[in-house]
Structure formats: C-alpha cells, structure tokens
C-alpha cells in the first residue's frame, strides 16, 4: 500500500468518524453535565439492577440446577439451563449499565470541576476500556456456554456494594453542593 | 483554467460572498471572531488569487506564488478557527480545558512540525511545502475536530448547532483537501518536478499535459466541496445566533478530590471481578 492510498483511507476513515460524531444523539437518561448542580439528587445513577439480585442469585444456584437435571425431563432441563443462560446475559448487561453509570458519573464529576487531575482521569479511561474488553470476553464465554453460570454470583455482591457506595456519593455531593450554595449566599 | 473552473471559481466567490453578508448581519462576529475572519480571508483570497491571474497570467510565477502563499495564509486562518471551536466552549469548564488545551496544543505543533520535516529539500520547494503543510494542516483539522468532538461526548457535553455546523463544513473541505493536496503532491514529486524549469522536453509536455488534467479534475472537485461547506455555513446562519449559554456553576474541587478516586476504585475492583470470572 503506498502513501496515497493510506493518506485517503485515513482521511476518509477519520472523517466518517467525524461525522458520526457530528450528528446529533437523543438525550441520554444521564442529565447533560451543565444542568447537574440544579438536581443533584436527580443526576446521579443508581445501581438500579441491584433490585434483582436475590432472584438473579435463585435462578443463577448451583443448587436450582442439580435440581432441574435430577427432577426434570432432559429437553425440559435443557431448555431451562438456556434460559438461565440468557437471563445471565441480560443480568451481564444491567451490569454493564451500572458500570457506565458509574463512570459517567466520575465524568459528570470531572466536567464540573474546576480542577481535573490527568492521572484520575487517565486512569479511568483506560479502566473504561479494559471493562469493555472484558466485558466482551465474558459475555462471549457466556453465550458459548463455556462460563459456570455461579461464578456470576460474586459480581452480584460487588455490585450490591456498589449500589451503597453509590447512594453514599450522592449524599456526599449534594451535601458539599449546598453547603458551597449556603456559603456563597452567607458570604 | 477552463470554463467549468471559472464558472465554478466565480460562483465559489458568490457563495463567499453571500456567507461573509450572513456572518456580518448575524454579527456571528461577537460569537466567533476568527471564524468570520476566516471567511472575509476566503473573500480577499479568491479576489486576491482572480487578481493575480488577471495581472500577471495564469500560468506566471508570480500568479504561482501568489497562489502558494494565499493558501498558506488560508490554513493558518483556519487553523485559528478550529482553536477557537476548541475554546468556545470548554474553556467554561475550567479543569477539563485545563486538561485537553495542552493535548490539542502538541497534537497541532507535531502535524505542523511532521509538514516542515516533510516537506524539507523536496524538489519546487514552495508549492511542495505549501502543498505538505496545507495537507498537514487539513489532515490536522479533522483529528483536532475529532478529538474535540470525542471528548465532549465522553464528557457528556454537546456542542451548539452552530459551532457543529461550521465544524463539520471545515471538515468537509479538509478531507477533500487531504485527498486532492496528496495526489497533487505526489504529481509534483513525480515526473513533474521540472515544471516551472526551462527544462521541458516533449516528454515532459506530453507529462504536464497529463498533469494538468488531472488538477483540472482535482480544481473541480476541491470547488464543489468548497462550496458545499460554504452552503452548510450559509445554512447555519440563515437564523440569528442564539443567546450564549451560561457559564455552568462549577462543584467545589474537593467533590473531586474525594469522589474520583472512590470512582475510579470501584471501577477498577468490577474489571478484577471480570479478570476472575474469566480465569480457568
């Protein structure tokens, strides 16, 4: 390949990348960062799928599954487990969600601060990239089966933990945000 | 130049003309400052270059540097547009402009300096380097608006409708540019480097012969697409500018101090997790 065909499959490839990014998106269910300060307690995430956890815990057991394979017929059982299967991989992408959640919320935190550490934010990029990589990889081996199903269940307890350490952000902010609106206002 | 090129050139200075009537009238000039420089350079480029022609002939030395170096000067103005895109809106929010100004900065100053290495003891020094600096300079223009785009999406931010317009005409035109300067370049590089020498055999005439056809081509197509950028600007301002946004109330800097590294922790104790589930 010579320098012609690189430079204009580079300027094209940049450019539709441009583009892309040029057409304008529907609004995320994330408020956008300049209205953050007006609604706090509205702004941030929660874990929202950590409602599921007990019955996502129930039907990812080891013990619903021996029970199945002792107790019903094998096309039954079989059907089952792929069930299972496809509720894990739905339960992998609510934590998906809770993820990006997170971490548009350490962004939202970012914009709006008036100092902004290079490595903080380096550091979450990259981490952002190595889940989406991971991500893939265990949402690959899931589908193909390959995943014991209750190895999920220690991702269900971080994100449980998760979801606390979440609501406790929340209060933290909104805390520091009024007493900064307290202070403007009384000096 | 052939008659489709001037007709095209004379209807590129009317679209000109019509977009510096708009800008002035919409007083984008209060908004964007550079931006409406930019175009009333186009304006003083293409009369400046029509000029040139008239005075000294098309195919004259002095037409050709007058070319060379009003393109050039069109570069760099633009370029000013592009940082002024960059700060129009970030600069609002201080910690993330105070992160990505200096990033956007050395990106630009290693496509500028990538253009001067480049374009060092090549043959017909002022059309090459003009040619490898606008080229760098365009290729520069769409990575910078890319990289500015990126990081407003990842920050949650949206840029205005205006400044998204205008960027994507800049973006338009430059990777056209891209694609025309590297062709033409290598032209240039090619069998043509005697071009404005003495030296021109009939070999040589039947090679410029082929060479002008084909920056025929390149003319038209870099006129079409500039001014089907010009349109898209035209068409940007064809309604007042809207008010500018309020400055958004910054958190106090401790919120980050605190939490981004609370973040970043759980963020990264989720990725150990996955690394777990995947390990045999």
Redesign the interface.
């Given at each position: 390949m010579n320098?012609?065909t690189i430079?204009?499959l580079?300027?094209?490839g940049?450019?539709g990348?441009?583009?892309w990014?040029?057409i304008?998106r529907h609004k995320?269910s994330?408020p956008?960062?300049?209205s953050?300060?007006?609604n706090v307690n509205n702004a941030l995430p929660t874990a929202k799928h950590y409602g599921y956890f007990p019955q996502i815990r129930q039907a990812l057991s080891v013990a619903d599954s021996i029970y199945l394979r002792e107790n019903a017929p094998p096309h039954v059982a079989r059907q089952a487990l792929r069930e299972r299967r496809a509720v894990a991989r739905r339960f992998l992408e609510g934590?998906h969600e809770d993820?990006s959640n997170?971490?548009?919320?350490?962004?939202?935190?970012?914009?709006?601060?008036?100092?902004?550490?290079?490595e903080?934010?380096t550091?979450?990029?990259i981490?952002?990239l190595?889940?989406q990589v991971?991500?893939s990889?265990?949402w690959l081996?899931l589908s193909a089966g390959s995943?014991p199903l209750d190895?999920?269940e220690?991702?269900t307890g971080?994100v449980g933990r998760?979801a606390t350490?979440m609501d406790a952000?929340m209060a933290?902010?909104s805390a520091?945000?009024v007493?900064?609106l307290s202070g403007d206002v009384g000096g | 130049m052939n008659r489709l090129e001037t007709l095209l050139t004379w209807l590129s200075v009317a679209f000109i003309i019509v977009l510096c009537g708009f800008a002035f009238v919409r007083k984008a000039q209060r908004a964007l400052p550079f931006f409406v420089a930019y175009t009333c350079t186009l304006l003083a480029n293409a009369f400046g270059v029509s000029l040139a022609y008239k005075l000294f002939g098309f195919r004259s030395l002095a037409a050709y540097y007058c070319y060379w170096i009003l393109l050039l000067l069109n570069a760099g103005m633009r370029s000013l547009a592009i940082a002024e895109l960059c700060r129009y809106k970030l600069r609002a929010?201080?910690?993330?402009w105070?992160?990505v100004w200096r990033a956007l900065a050395g990106f630009s100053l290693l496509f500028f300096l990538h253009a001067a290495f480049d374009a060092w003891g090549q043959p017909n020094h002022l059309a090459m380097y003009s040619l490898t600096l606008d080229?760098d300079l365009d290729?520069a223009s769409?990575?910078i608006?890319?990289a500015l785009?990126?990081i407003h999406?990842?920050?949650?931010?949206?840029l205005e409708?205006l400044q998204?317009t205008i960027?994507?005409g800049i973006?338009?035109v430059c990777?056209v540019d891209?694609?025309g300067d590297?062709?033409v370049g290598?032209l240039f590089t090619g069998y043509l480097f005697p071009f404005f020498g003495a030296n021109q055999n009939s070999i040589g005439s039947a090679v410029i012969h082929f060479y002008g056809r084909i920056n025929d081509l390149w003319s038209t197509i870099h006129l079409i697409f500039f001014m089907a950028a010009i349109g898209v600007w035209c068409y940007a301002l064809r309604r007042p500018l809207p008010a500018r946004?309020e400055a958004?109330?910054?958190?106090?800097?401790?919120?980050?101090r605190?939490?981004?590294?609370?973040?970043?922790m759980?963020?990264?104790?989720?990725?150990d997790?996955?690394?777990?589930?995947?390990k045999p």
């Open positions: 320098e012609l430079v204009i580079l300027a094209i940049v450019s990348i441009l583009l990014l040029l304008p995320s994330m956008a960062a300049s953050f300060p007006a934590l993820f997170l971490a548009r919320l350490g962004r939202m935190i970012a914009a709006l601060s008036p100092e902004v550490s290079r903080q934010e550091e979450r990029l981490l952002s190595k889940f991971l991500y990889l265990v081996r995943l190895q999920l220690h991702l971080l998760l350490r952000a933290q902010v520091l945000s007493s900064q | 929010y201080k910690g993330i105070g992160l080229r290729f769409v990575a608006l890319a785009l990126l999406n990842y920050y949650g931010l949206s409708p998204r960027a994507a973006c338009l990777a891209v694609i590297t062709i290598n946004a958004p109330e910054l958190l106090p800097v401790e919120v980050y605190e939490l981004s590294p609370a973040i970043n759980r963020l990264a104790t989720f990725n997790r996955l690394v777990e589930l995947l």
